[in-house]
């Protein structure tokens, strides 16, 4: 067969050159959908917050407030799977179109590959995995108040025993190893509350020894935190190691803990302050009224409210005991006990230890302490969590 001219080898070489030039055209041409970028939510690691406004703060509330949302949202999707109605799935591929993508669930792992060493008989039993990993379960200001008295009161020994540890950083690592219990956002809340009790008794020195033994631990559990699939204990060691070898790292210890020290002292005078309130609205001039004497600016009749009281609380208003008034309140659900003292804070003879009775029910929460004081610390030791 005779060769293909030079000519015929061009004309061939440019019909290939207009078909591809003409595929790329075409795919050029194709219509973009960029529209399932439209609901990317930003990285909570941003840092592009306002001047005045903590980065650290608001990057783990951002973070908080995300994982709350998607929590009840997995919640309903459940609730509304279980219905299996039509108008329940749509309501469920709604929620999925819907739901903001982020960098924790804009990808995931489609293939892992890892050699593991075969057993020593293949005829034995397989074994039921379990997941021995410790877990540091981060919490909202609702939830952190269950258990939490539990908890201390099964670790009173040991949260003292810590806290008593003096700027020994080998025995405060080795400590937390032992008793890992404290690897908690109970422990950490219980040092918040007990270092302004310390300082408001006037207990300095304690009160500073207390801060540093809760300043580390809250790095550690807020290292494990950020790390949810890694074992708590694998924060211990690291943290430790960074915080000997780094002088940058004990310098900005150190400025952390006198930052928080001076929070401490601020709320322990405010509490202070809160007591000596409290003790001169307990020093009132007691003034019998006969039944029918209604000076109340609300037209009761102090004698007949005392007479509606229950029992439990005319006993407690008898004695002038504020002890005797909380115990009786605890009896109570929230609901009647605030009936009661508000008719009883009406009556122009009721002594206004109420206000410190019904505060008594309600336990400060350490989780709301810590917002409320900006106590958010968090160290850049930059951590090889590999050792």
């Known amino acids: 067969a005779p060769k293909p001219s030079s000519a015929a080898k061009a004309r061939r070489g440019a019909t290939r050159t207009t078909a591809r030039t003409r595929s790329l055209q075409a795919i050029n041409s194709m219509p973009v959908n960029y529209s399932k970028w439209d609901k990317l939510e930003l990285s909570d690691d941003e840092d592009n917050f306002h001047p005045n406004i903590d980065n650290n703060l608001m990057i783990r509330l951002m973070r908080e407030k995300r994982e709350a949302r998607e929590k009840e949202e997995a919640e309903r999707k459940a609730k509304l799977l279980q219905e299996g109605t039509p108008e329940a799935l749509e309501e469920v591929a709604k929620i999925d179109r819907l739901a903001k993508l982020h960098v924790g669930n804009i990808c995931k792992d489609k293939f892992s590959s890892k050699h593991e060493k075969s057993s020593a008989s293949s005829s034995a039993a397989p074994k039921a995995s379990t997941d021995t990993k410790l877990k540091v379960a981060a919490s909202d200001e609702a939830q952190f108040m269950d258990g939490y008295e539990a908890f201390i009161k099964a670790n009173q020994h040991i949260l003292d025993e810590y806290a008593s540890i003096d700027e020994e950083d080998e025995r405060s690592e080795q400590y937390i190893l032992d008793h890992t219990q404290l690897l908690s956002e109970h422990a950490t809340g219980y040092y918040l509350i007990h270092c ?99 000076v109340g600016p609300g037209g009761l009749d102090p004698a007949e ?67 409320d004081l900006d106590l958010d610390l968090d160290l850049d030791l930059d951590l090889d969590l590999d050792l």
Do not use: W
């Open 196 to 294: 302004i009790n310390l300082q408001a008794e006037g207990k300095t020195r304690q009160m500073r020894k207390t801060a540093r033994q809760y300043l580390l631990l809250t790095y550690v559990v807020d290292l494990a935190k950020s790390m949810p699939g890694r074992d708590a204990r694998d924060a211990i060691k690291p943290l430790f190691k960074k915080m000997q070898n780094s002088d940058e790292s004990r310098e900005a210890f150190a400025e952390h803990l006198e930052k928080y020290i001076a929070h401490v002292k601020t709320r322990a005078e405010v509490k202070k302050q809160e007591a000596a309130k409290a003790a001169q609205e307990e020093e009132v001039e007691y003034v019998t009224l006969e039944k029918g004497q209604q």
């Open 305 to 371: 409210v005392f007479e509606t009281l229950p029992t439990v609380l005319q006993e407690a208003f008898g004695s002038r005991d504020v002890g005797a008034l909380k115990a009786a309140l605890q009896t109570m659900s929230v609901e009647d006990a605030q009936y009661h003292m508000k008719r009883r804070a009406q009556s122009p003879c009721t002594p206004r230890l109420h206000r410190r009775a019904l505060k008594a029910r309600r336990p400060e929460n350490p989780k709301t302490l810590a917002l």
